[in-house]
């Protein structure tokens, strides 16, 4: 019988998170610890890592893989002194429903006119404003990856028009698909809310600009455009959109991430009234759900097979 110890221990390097849930989550399974005895530590085979410290993960000589907590790997990449070992992505119902749920319900609020009723409501104002269907309004979805195509099949459920965007050609049923710098124009000129769901990469830092704001289509069934970005703050320019806020190129913006996080106190979007603020809560990890599925893939990995969902280190994701 293997037991825990010949298996190795599992390293988890985890910031912003509370470490302990994650630990329990491993009990009885397969040892695990909050810190290395010592950068050599020939006991780590594998690490978990969300924001781990530069050099935290580098020197040990039998580290076979890396985990990401969470869906994006920008925060390990970011790791000069990253050893080469696989990275594995986690995929899974538990962290992609939330974000699915995230999505539609900012979707709809912004479609069925959620901020005007809360306006109604403190002027208490009865009045029935014109509203139309979701079959005449467009959600673009930038990032066609499991995140994206499942918040696409959601929302073609529910009657959007549906396009998507990636930097790879890639289908998804039931949307019309656009790729690459050259498909990004004609994207937005046809989409009325925006869902940016990318990976965060030299390629994609900074993309969702004031000049990409201009290119989404305003006059459309709600109003205006609206943007939702639920992927990483960095993609954004926080002040080209509060600058496309003030002057209507875009109409309302739900915004999860941010460039800084937390969040400043002293940031207008604080209490810009067009602005729904939420502290990078999409989605959160739960050691609960997602360990189990680390724990198959570790086995798998200890039995020489390979895995999908392996982080491609060039393409930044
Ligand atoms: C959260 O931001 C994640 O990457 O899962």
Redesign the pocket.
């Known amino acids: 019988m293997t037991t825990a110890s010949d298996k190795g221990r599992v390293l988890l390097a985890i910031s912003g998170y509370e470490p302990t849930a994650w630990l329990k989550a491993f009990a009885g399974r397969r040892e695990a610890t909050l810190a290395a005895d010592g950068p050599g530590d020939p006991s780590i085979r594998y690490a978990l890592t969300w924001r781990h410290q530069p050099d935290q993960l580098s020197g040990f000589p039998n580290l076979k893989a890396i985990f ?5 790997v920008d925060h390990i990449l970011a790791d000069p002194t990253l050893p080469d070992v696989p990275i594995v992505r ?1 995929i899974d119902p538990s ?1 992609t429903q939330p974000m699915i749920e995230y999505i539609a319900w900012r979707v709809l609020d912004h479609h069925r006119q959620g901020l005007l009723y809360r306006i109604q409501k403190q002027k208490k104002i009865w009045h029935e404003p014109s509203q139309r269907p979701a079959s005449d309004v467009s959600v673009g979805i930038m990032g066609l990856g499991a995140l994206g195509t499942e918040a696409a099949r959601i929302l073609g459920a529910l009657g959007y028009q549906l396009r998507g965007w990636s930097r790879r050609a890639r289908k998804a049923p039931g949307v019309a698909t656009f790729h690459g710098r050259e498909g990004l124009d004609e994207f937005l000129a046809g989409t009325d809310i925006l869902v940016v769901l990318l990976p965060l990469t030299a390629e994609t830092a900074g993309l969702i600009d004031y000049a990409l704001l201009r290119k989404l289509r305003r006059r459309n069934a709600i109003g205006g455009a609206v943007l939702i970005n639920a992927g ?1 703050g960095k993609l954004q320019k926080d002040a080209d959109i509060l600058r496309a806020l003030d002057d209507g190129t875009l109409k309302e913006a739900t915004l999860d ?1 941010f460039e800084i996080e937390p969040l400043p106190k002293a940031s207008p979007m604080w209490t810009h009234p067009k602005v729904f603020v939420t502290p ?1 809560s999409a ?1 959160g ?1 739960d050691p609960d759900r997602l360990v189990p599925a680390m724990l198959e893939q570790m086995d798998a990995l200890d039995r020489g097979e390979t895995l999908e969902n392996i982080v491609d280190r060039a393409a930044g994701y």
């Open positions: 990401s907590v969470g869906a994006g986690v962290l990483r991430v990078h989605a990890s």
